[in-house]
């Protein structure tokens, strides 16, 4: 029989009003940073090497250091957010982007492939009009709640949308607590998992199916956490991989149905020139929909990164799809 955690404490547990108040997680560029930043991205440059090879030591933001050790605190011990603000992304081509998002991520975590194809930066925009919308980022409607499978997410946005497209951010323990308390009945099967169907995965001929079921919520080093690649799910569900009872669909809608509580979302609006740094393992992100600009030079465009939290505790192997985490069950290979 599984054993049910009992409510959780801890900072990363918070309702929007306790985010909206609470000081640490945001803060904005001085002026001394950004020509710091100037100089790392001529600096690295000039090296003329591949993204994946520049490093903290190479991309040197030394006014930043307290800057950054206070957002690995924060990503792990605190809320599980972090906010930059004032990139200045009208200076920059978008391949400069991609480098200074990378190098300030040098700063925090490592950084690593999103796909089978190895990709380090991924950019989220509408590509609806290529017929590539595989993943759902690539296209303009909403987005599910959701982790992506590695330690944390940071998003740099280069443009905003004509409307719409806010990010969505929840504490995934404060939903577990709400759903033992209203639902205790509904945590079992939560904790024992479901299966994952990944596509891409199967476009190399691999079995898309993950061995064994992955748990919703499990303990890492006496601590809740959290695996919920909604995407995968909902795809093996589709696809009929797995023969789910009544109390496993309820479980999983009535955990959708918390994540979008009013005293469970907190909604925010990224504006040009915002890095948003999210913990995977205590928050589940989503998207509203939204409306874009013509023409590709205006559309809503975010530079995506994954970073792997090296000093972070691994989680149990079998939080991990077997299928998605290279043998180390720490570098994701896609989502």
Avoid at 106 to 113: A, E, F, Q
Avoid at 120 to 148: E, N, W
Avoid at 220 to 232: D, I, K, N, T, W
Wanted: proline share 5%; with cysteine.
């Amino acid at each position: 029989m599984t054993k049910i955690p009992s409510l959780q404490t801890g900072p990363w547990i918070w309702t929007p009003a306790d985010l909206a108040k609470s000081e640490g997680w945001t803060w904005s560029l001085s002026r001394r940073a950004i020509i710091e930043i100037n100089e790392a991205v001529k600096s690295v440059k000039a090296l003329n090497i591949d993204l994946e090879q520049i490093t903290r030591a190479l991309f040197k933001l030394p006014s930043l250091g307290d800057h950054f050790k206070a957002m690995r605190k924060q990503l792990y011990q605190g809320r599980g957010i972090c906010l930059i603000k004032g990139i200045p992304v009208d200076d920059y081509s978008d391949d400069d982007l991609a480098l200074i998002h990378w190098g300030i991520g040098t700063h925090i975590g490592l950084g690593v492939s999103q796909s089978y194809r190895g990709d380090k930066i991924g950019k989220v925009m509408d590509m609806s009009h290529t017929g590539d919308t595989r993943r759902p980022y690539r296209s303009p409607g909403a987005l599910i709640m959701h982790v992506d499978p590695v330690d944390v997410v940071a998003l740099l946005c280069l443009r905003k949308a004509r409307s719409g497209g806010e990010s969505l951010v929840a504490s995934a323990i404060a939903i577990y607590n709400t759903i033992l308390i209203e639902r205790p009945e509904l945590i079992g099967p939560l904790l024992r998992g479901y299966h994952y169907f990944h596509s891409e995965i199967q476009s190399t001929r691999g079995n898309p199916i993950s061995e064994d079921p992955v748990p919703i919520f499990g303990e890492c080093e006496g601590r809740l956490e959290c695996m919920y690649v909604s995407f995968s799910i909902n795809r093996a569900i589709k696809e009929q991989v797995q023969d789910l009872s009544d109390q496993q669909i309820e479980a999983l809608e009535v955990l959708n149905d918390v994540a979008r509580r009013k005293n469970i979302l907190f909604e925010m609006d990224l504006e040009k020139g915002d890095i948003q740094y999210l913990n995977n393992r205590l928050l589940l992100h989503g998207r509203r929909d939204y409306v874009d600009f013509e023409g590709d030079e205006n559309k809503r465009q975010m530079l995506r990164l994954w970073l792997k939290m090296e000093e972070w505790p691994r989680l149990p192997k079998r939080m991990y799809s077997r299928k998605a985490y290279d043998e180390d069950g720490g570098i994701p290979v896609f989502e």
